[in-house]
């Protein structure tokens, strides 16, 4: 059953926000608005806190039109994928509350084809996922570089069965909630290093996830939880087994 988390609402200054930027970092939730805008809420079990802004230049709103835009948490930056499969980073400071100057992150085009369907950052490089379901992998060089990509060696993600609404990585597994609310799990048996192998889908919830109720307006996993952020900027948290 799901609990609610009491605290600031979220994403609902009036600027819009889209379903697919708001992210969840260590401690935070970040969210990115139209205006290009980052703001994080503190965040922990049970509760969220004030929403405060990271000033700086806007993210994913000028030059060639932004195709994904995700947070990359284990280098503390947005990364900003646009349609020519180019990825620029925005370092963001927590602590100073600042947005960094966008910086290009050199590598071959990444998730630029019509059937890439999302990106996901890991510690070792950026994942993508197609509509066939499988993933590559673009390994980093340096912080600053990534090289081809590689295929996984996995089932196929989120492509059979009751069509998918979310699709997540989150630690050491793929999470799918499809449109019955139903989640469900792949877990990674080796490393990204290794040909980041997955398990077949097993059920990591009990609960209806997204399903009735005020509608939502973002849902995202962090730690052991998958939270729901609905339109009245509510959090409600679904706990993962």
């Given amino acids: 059953m799901a609990q609610h988390w009491h605290g600031a609402p979220v994403a609902s200054s009036g600027v819009h926000v889209r379903h697919d930027r708001v992210f969840p970092a260590k401690n935070h939730l970040v969210v990115v608005n139209d205006n290009g805008e980052v703001w994080a809420h503190p965040l922990s079990a049970g509760s969220v806190g004030g929403a405060f802004q990271l000033p700086g230049p806007a993210v994913a709103v000028h030059g060639v039109p932004p195709k994904f835009v995700i947070l990359d948490k284990h280098h503390s930056r947005i990364l900003v994928i646009n349609a020519a499969g ?14 960094g100057n966008a910086y290009h992150v050199q590598g071959p085009a990444v998730g630029h084809a019509s059937h890439d369907l999302e990106i996901y950052a890991t510690k070792q490089g950026l994942a993508v996922r197609n509509a066939n379901g499988e993933i590559w992998v673009h390994h980093y060089v340096n912080r600053n570089a990534y090289g081809g990509a590689s295929k996984m060696n996995s089932p196929a993600i989120a492509v ?21 609310g139903e989640v469900w799990a792949h877990q990674r048996t080796a490393g990204w290093d290794h040909g980041g192998n997955f398990a077949g889908a097993y059920k990591a919830s009990n ?7 005020v509608p939502a307006k973002a849902v995202v996993p962090w730690k052991n939880y998958i939270l729901v952020i609905n339109q009245a900027g509510e959090v409600w948290a679904h706990t993962l087994h």
Avoid at 160 to 180: D, E, L, M, Q
């Fill in 86 to 99: 180019e990825v620029w980073a925005h370092d963001l400071d927590f602590n100073s509350h600042h947005t």
């Fill in 207 to 213: 609960d209806a996830v997204a399903v009735g109720g």
């Fill in 160 to 180: 059979h069965g009751t069509p998918s609404r979310y699709v997540f990585k989150s630690h050491r597994r793929f999470i799918v909630v499809n449109t019955a």
